[in-house]
């Protein structure tokens, strides 16, 4: 019996990319093993977000390079292009996420019939009780320190009858956590459906689960959106809305198309309609220019909103993005000094 074994960088997306990477594995008749020592084939789902991971996936390479096995390898995930070229000396196949049924074809090279449909494959879930369903990929908002709309594309939303009918199986099994995914869910448009309306479809399917939902961008956060939210009586009451920065300055360079101002009154508007919700978000600490002062103001902003959970991040530029091109001027030492600040901040 050959085994696989599959590494996973980054977010909840990798996630369930990983899910549809194992079950077209297991349709080769290829069965999953925890120790990377044992696999004949080991598959890594990888994260450009920040080039801590990118540098993960080179160390990996090494690693192979030493080991006597000569497993088979794929890469696949978030690649930019540009690591593409170095990435396919390391590993035998890097196949993009949207091919990743073409994997049978492209190992066996045998004639079996594919499809470009990422969507179409029944994934193999890695929990019993949450289960990721993406929704849509893809971003359109070019966010200027982003490599999302570069390594996943543009967005594309999926069918909203086939989300119902893998969250009805999904709940069918006994899954009692249900996460919406995608870049930015806030944009889902299918047919006549948005997503307002698509999460009250999901939530009115019959049986006892949460509903959930990642990522969200502020801009996009309707008001129809929250009298949905307020409708759907499984709905999780974790909501993350990445504020990014608390400086409009900042902000605007991020081309991120908010004020502080209005981020607080979506805040205020939310919290009006739904008392119980416990906010997350995400901060970008040490953005090209940004300044003590304008740091200051994403600190005063974390105290003011107070969130449960905040999620920061050090600014690594991304070759290719509208923020590489500024000049990354903050000193590593001092992100981590910013970063140390929030952390202390949100988990004191
Ligand atoms: N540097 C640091 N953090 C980043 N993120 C995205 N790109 C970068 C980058 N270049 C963070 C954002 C996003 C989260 C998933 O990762 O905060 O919301
Ligand atoms: Fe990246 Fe911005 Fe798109 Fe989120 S909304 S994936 S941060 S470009």
Redesign the pocket.
């Known amino acids: 019996m050959k085994k696989y074994h599959v590494i996973i960088f980054g ?1 909840q997306m990798n996630i369930s990319d990983a899910e549809r990477v194992s079950a077209v594995l297991e349709s080769m008749k290829y069965k999953n093993t925890t120790n990377i020592n044992g696999a004949d084939l080991i598959a890594v789902v990888m994260c450009s ?2 080039q801590s991971a990118v540098d993960r996936v080179y160390g990996i390479i090494e690693k192979l390079k030493k080991s006597n096995k000569k497993p088979l390898t794929i890469l696949t995930g978030c690649v930019l292009k540009k690591d593409k070229r170095a990435f396919t000396d390391g590993f035998d196949y890097v196949i993009d996420i949207k091919d990743i049924k073409k994997i049978p074809a492209i190992i066996k090279k045998s004639k079996t019939k594919t499809t470009d449909d990422y969507f179409d494959i029944t994934p193999k879930y890695a929990s019993r009780n949450s289960a990721y369903i993406p929704i849509m990929t893809g971003c359109n908002n070019f966010c200027s ?3 999302v709309p570069y390594t996943r594309g543009r967005e594309i939303s999926r069918q909203a009858e086939e989300i119902v009918t893998e969250t009805k199986n999904l709940v069918k099994t006994g899954y009692k956590e249900i996460w919406l995914l995608g870049q930015n869910v806030n944009s889902y448009k299918n047919k006549q459906i948005n997503f307002p309306k698509l999460l009250k479809i999901v939530n009115d399917v019959p049986g006892d689960f949460k509903l959930n939902f990642t ?1 969200s961008h502020p801009k996009d956060f309707s008001d129809e959106l929250i009298d949905a939210m307020t409708k759907c009586d499984k709905l999780s009451m974790d909501l993350n809305l ?1 504020i ?1 920065s608390g400086d409009d300055e900042i902000l605007k360079k991020m081309n991120r198309p908010y004020t502080v101002t209005q981020y607080k009154n979506l805040v205020k508007k939310i919290r009006k309609a739904l008392p119980k919700i416990r906010l997350s978000t ?3 600490v040490g953005f090209p220019g940004e300044t003590r002062k304008q740091f200051n103001n994403t600190l005063k902003i974390l105290k003011e909103i107070g969130y449960g959970v905040a ?1 920061i ?6 070759a290719g993005t509208a923020a590489a091109k500024m000049k990354d001027d903050v000193p590593w030492v001092e992100k981590k000094r910013r970063e140390k600040i929030l952390i202390e901040l949100t988990n004191g």
């Open positions: 977010c977000i920040r320190y982003c490599v990522s990445p990014q995400d901060i970008i999620f991040n050090k600014y690594s530029a991304r």
